[in-house]
């Protein structure tokens, strides 16, 4: 009986010793090791750089002003009505994108401005604004100061005042060639008398007193893609 009791309390022990020595491994085992440490990220910003170009004297976010003179409606065309002469393109401004986004253009025409008369009475000063139109072109390569007959170059694309031009300014490099054209057209059409008299006056009083016609063109832009190109 006593041998067995010793037996049991050997087993026993055994058992003990091998539960902690089980302990020691299943701790090693599922151990949870942790570390800390910090680090940064950051993304560069595209450079955003679209301007009116070629004119040291514009304020940069201020309209550019385009002016023509020596307009006159063409004399040969006196039996037409209404007679109507324009100025042939001429290159008004450029619009250079330097960033690195692509960028979608607006033009628009702002205020007509017309140099010279002190005062209007008859005529009045819508009357005469009213004779003469612009049409704006744009090219994306340099054509020169001026363009004789603008609607039929092929390598200018009409634009409408306050629509976005139909492809996007490249990035980095890209630049647009605006051309402006004004149209003198004679008031032939609404006068009265021997071959509209009343339109020769109009534009008599107009070539001695108007010595020139000037818009304002602003332009907004916006990115056009997503990544720098």
Same mark, same amino acid.
């Given at each position: 009986?006593? /041998?067995?009791?010793?037996?049991?309390?050997?087993?026993?022990?055994?058992?003990?010793?091998?539960?902690?020595?089980?302990?020691?491994?299943?701790?090693?085992?599922?151990?949870?090791?942790?570390?800390?440490?910090?680090?940064?990220?950051?993304?560069?910003?595209?450079?955003?750089?679209?301007?009116?170009?070629?004119?040291?004297?514009?304020?940069?976010?201020?309209?550019?002003?385009?002016? +023509?003179? /020596?307009?006159?409606?063409?004399?040969?065309?006196?039996?037409?009505?209404?007679?109507?002469?324009?100025?042939?393109?001429?290159?008004?401004?450029?619009?250079? /994108?330097?960033?690195?986004?692509?960028?979608?253009?607006?033009?628009?025409?702002? #205020?007509?401005?017309?140099? #010279?008369? #002190?005062?209007?009475?008859?005529?009045?000063?819508?009357?005469?604004?009213?004779?003469?139109?612009?049409?704006?072109?744009?090219?994306?390569?340099?054509?020169?100061?001026?363009?004789?007959?603008?609607?039929?170059? #092929?390598?200018?694309?009409?634009?409408?005042?306050?629509?976005?031009?139909?492809?996007?300014? %490249?990035?980095?490099?890209?630049? +647009?060639?605006?051309?402006?054209?004004?149209?003198?057209?004679? %008031?032939?059409?609404?006068?009265?008398?021997?071959?509209?008299?009343?339109?020769?006056?109009?534009?008599?009083?107009?070539?001695? /007193?108007?010595?020139?016609?000037?818009?304002?063109?602003?332009?907004?832009?916006?990115?056009?893609?997503?990544?720098?190109?």
């Amino acid at each position: 009986m006593t /041998n067995k009791k010793k037996i049991v309390s050997r087993i026993l022990l055994v058992i003990v010793a091998l539960t902690l020595i089980s302990f020691c491994f299943i701790g090693t085992t599922l151990a949870r090791y942790a570390s800390e440490n910090s680090g940064s990220a950051s993304t560069g910003v595209a450079k955003w750089a679209v301007a009116f170009t070629g004119d040291a004297t514009e304020t940069e976010g201020e309209p550019q002003t385009a002016s +023509f003179g /020596n307009l006159s409606p063409a004399q040969e065309a006196y039996a037409d009505t209404p007679r109507t002469n324009s100025t042939g393109g001429k290159k008004i401004a450029e619009i250079a /994108n330097t960033g690195a986004v692509d960028a979608y253009i607006t033009l628009t025409v702002g #205020g007509e401005t017309l140099a #010279g008369p #002190g005062s209007y009475s008859d005529p009045t000063e819508d009357e005469v604004k009213a004779l003469f139109d612009i049409k704006l072109y744009y090219a994306t390569s340099d054509l020169g100061d001026s363009v004789e007959s603008p609607s039929s170059e #092929g390598s200018l694309t009409a634009i409408t005042s306050g629509t976005q031009i139909g492809t996007a300014l %490249a990035a980095t490099s890209g630049t +647009f060639y605006i051309y402006g054209e004004v149209i003198w057209s004679s %008031a032939d059409a609404e006068s009265s008398g021997d071959q509209g008299a009343a339109a020769d006056a109009l534009d008599t009083w107009v070539g001695e /007193n108007v010595t020139s016609v000037s818009y304002e063109i602003s332009y907004t832009a916006v990115q056009a893609s997503e990544q720098p190109a």
